[in-house]
């Protein structure tokens, strides 16, 4: 009969289809967000937390001229990309690498930051190979 929408709910008011019955009544419905885990190094399944992406990307950025809704946008694109992908499980190294291009072209500082720990720099000359390709 009529369909109301906001931004998380859809609100349908219909009526029973037996000529005899016509009862009224209200549907609510809401859009179930698909789950996707990460796949870690040691083979471990975590759920995707985009929590955890904010802050990893805030520490990359601390003290770096990039707003906190550029963060977000990167963590939405980034969502975007795997739940389009339409897989539940994603591999952590893809997560790792998707989030390091972006902060490449975001900014070179936050990228070394966030590569210095993702990679795991053993040495300078590892560092230092990081930083001429950049």
Known sequence: MDSRDDETVVRRRRECLDPRCKHRFTTYERMEAPRLFVVKKDGRREQYSREKIIAGLRKACEKRPISEARMES????????????????????????????????????AYIRFAS?????????????ELAQL
Do not use: C, H, Q, W
């Open 117 to 129: 720990v993702y990679r795991s720099f053993g040495d300078i000359e590892t560092f230092r190979e």
């Open 74 to 109: 990167v963590a939405a694109d980034l969502e975007r990309e795997l739940f389009a992908r339409g897989e539940n499980e994603v591999a952590s190294a893809l997560v790792g690498e998707k989030l390091m291009e972006a902060l490449r072209g975001l900014d070179p500082v």
